[in-house]
């Protein structure tokens, strides 16, 4: 009796050598990165790094402290980036959060004050 090709499942082969239960299975694809792509990521860890140095490492909601080495999740683009790809790299931009406070604008993006405040002000910057 054959056995499926997932490691540690020894249910028998069903179809294209899984058994039932990983019949689905379907192996992820790297997908390779581009050069631009590598860049671009590189830059904004620069830009991240850049303001860490600059300003307090806490939150500028809670004041909590932010762990070091920094954590992309510590920075929010108050204004999205896909939207506003010319405030991408503006400071003023960026608000220093920590890792719950930017799960929780994401579900809710009216929920602080500070960011709502930061936000009325960019967009007065940025829209035409």
Known sequence: MRKCKIDGCYNSVWSKGYCKRHSS????????ISQEKKEEI???REFFL??????NRVSE???????SP???AYFHHILYKENFR????DENNIILLTIDEHANVHSDPERYE??????????????P
């Open 61 to 67: 909601l809670s004041g909590m402290w932010l762990a």
């Open 50 to 55: 850049s303001i860490w140095k600059k300003r």
């Open 42 to 44: 590189e830059k904004m």
């Open 70 to 72: 920094p954590s992309s």
């Open 25 to 32: 299975y379907k192996p992820l694809q790297a997908k390779p």
């Open 86 to 89: 010319e405030a991408m790299y």
């Open 114 to 127: 500070e960011i709502n405040r930061r936000r009325k002000l960019l967009l007065e910057m940025y829209s």
